[in-house]
């Protein structure tokens, strides 16, 4: 992963942070689905957000990508990426490589697999006449994609990718501008048994090769062992946050998910039972 330093970045501050949130609240539709919400997270950690359907983990990664705006009146409110509380959305969404299951249904198209990757260098979906695409940019995709294990994929178009297949190929297109960080949310859904194992082999090379990996998911077994920390949210509010082994008890999963749950641990893999 060598050529990428030879890309043009945006000026990051030298921070100790990867992210610093203090009393984020976020109201849509009448209701706070934020609610104070403090968290900050280092350069190079791995974290955990877990939560059940309609916590707030898809809204907490919508605010850091600035298309959620939280209530600025808030007391004490921040909201620092890499050290910087002003963006350019094009350029924050570069550094921050998202993987969604959303973007997934939006690339679904009849687009190449080699042109999904390369877009993400100018954070659209696809390539358009505008964009120039220069001979290192494609040694890079290339490069990306060997990483990743899928260069026999890079003439297919995605519509006829498998969803396991799809998945990566949307990590190659958040990794190819080198982000600081790798936000993936409910990356697993919907992978049989195989795909899953690939899937988190691919994101295991990721986190040992120094990037931060954020994972969102309301399911213990997408948490690779590289992941240290967890954060529980519970509607709209950071319900615990802290080393993995002592935050993914029955006691917290049980209350997490208002129902009694038993967690099991397995070679670094976490299953919840109920
Ligand atoms: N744009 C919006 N307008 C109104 N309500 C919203 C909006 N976005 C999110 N919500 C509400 O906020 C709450 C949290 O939604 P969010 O998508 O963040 O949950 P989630 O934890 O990602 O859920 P899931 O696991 O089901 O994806 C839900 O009650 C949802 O209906």
Known sequence: MLMAEQFEKPEIENSSSLLEMKNVTVVRGGKKILDSVSLSINPGEHVAIIGPNGSGKSSLIKTLTKEYHPLAAADGLVLKIMGKETWNVFELRK??????????????????????VLSGFFSSIGIYYNHEVTPEME???????????????????????????????????????DPQALFLDEPANSLDLKALHGFRESVRKIALSGKSVILVTHNLQDVIPEISRVVLIKEGKIFRDGKKEEILTDANLSELFSLPVKVLEKEGYYQAWS
Do not use: K, N, W, Y
């Not at 969604?100 to 999904?116: A, N």
């Not at 003439?155 to 190819?176: F, N, Y």
């Open 95 to 116: 550094l921050l490589g998202i993987v969604s299951g959303e973007l997934q249904q939006t690339c679904c198209r009849r687009i190449g697999v080699l042109d999904v």
């Open 139 to 177: 040694a890079r995709a290339e490069e990306v994609l060997d990483f990743l294990e899928i260069s026999h994929l890079e003439e297919r178009p995605m519509c006829e990718l498998s969803t396991g297949e799809a998945r990566r190929v949307l990590i190659g297109r958040a990794l190819v501008h």
